[in-house]
T-cell receptor, first 117, second 113 residues
Framework: GAGVSQSPSNKVTEKGKDVELRCDPI?????LYWYRQRLGQGLEFLIY????????KSGLPSDRFSAERTGESVSTLTIQRTQQEDSAVYLC???????????????FGPGTRLLVL | DQQVKQNSPSLSVQEGRISILNCDYT??????FLWYKKYPAEGPTFLIS?????DKNEDGRFTVFLNKSAKHLSLHIVPSQPGDSAVYFC????????????FGQGTELSVKP
């Protein structure tokens, strides 16, 4: 499979615990994005990595959220001290980012469904 | 501040008829608009896009129309098929904001046989 993969597919955790979500982008894609979709809502941008540039963290909702990316491969989104409002589907996407950034097709993974009890 | 809005949460059409999904935006810096389709328990998949310098883009049964003066775009599906039943998201990106997409809330399309 050459698509974006995410793990775990489902995660149930208790309020106050930390969680780590993983994303494996398409090989060769230099741009990687994290989005969140709460129930019944649209996708909400969280963070964006582009090559060696500083990530765009403007969408992270609080300092409990952080993300890292190793080179141009795997990314991990970490949520510390989870709250019930963090329950959502967390989606990762990647793109080639060759022809200029705006309008690039982003390819999404299946998402991680996070439930905080 | 909802920069991209899809005001119809759901739409039901008969197989063979036209489906029209609408999207409005407020940010005049948006220069690309994209439509994504999402099935339950799957990630969104890219459908069609349009640059802000165009007013129409067509790909098979799918056509996107852009009205910049009204800050409005629409996706037409003709003819609609039961397999088109899914949630459709309108998204936009701005040239000065990297590649991040701003999404609408989605419209759930149901195509009945």
């Amino acid at each position: 499979g050459a698509g974006v993969s995410q793990s775990p597919s489902n995660k149930v955790t208790e309020k106050g615990k930390d969680v780590e979500l993983r994303c494996d982008p398409i090989s060769g894609h230099t741009a990687l994005y994290w989005y969140r979709q709460r129930l019944g809502q649209g996708l909400e941008f969280l963070i964006y990595f582009q090559g060696n540039s500083a990530p765009d963290k403007s969408g992270l909702p609080s300092d409990r959220f952080s993300a890292e990316r190793t080179g141009e491969s795997v990314s991990t989104l970490t949520i510390q001290r989870t709250q019930q409002e963090d329950s959502a589907v967390y989606l990762c996407a990647s793109s080639l980012a060759l022809k200029g950034r705006s309008g690039e097709t982003q390819y999404f993974g299946p998402g991680t469904r996070l439930l905080v009890l | 501040d909802q920069q991209v809005k899809q005001n119809s949460p759901s739409l039901s059409v008969q197989e063979g008829r036209i489906s029209i999904l609408n999207c409005d935006y407020t940010n005049s810096m948006f220069d690309y608009f994209l439509w994504y389709k999402k099935y339950p328990a799957e990630g969104p998949t890219f459908l069609i896009s349009i640059s802000s310098i165009k007013d129409k883009n067509e790909d098979g049964r799918f056509t996107v129309f852009l009205n910049k003066s009204a800050k409005h775009l629409s996706l037409h599906i003709v003819p609609s098929q039961p397999g088109d039943s899914a949630v459709y998201f309108c998204a936009a990106s701005a040239w000065n904001q990297g590649g991040k997409l701003i999404f609408g809330q989605g419209t759930e399309l149901s195509v009945k046989p």
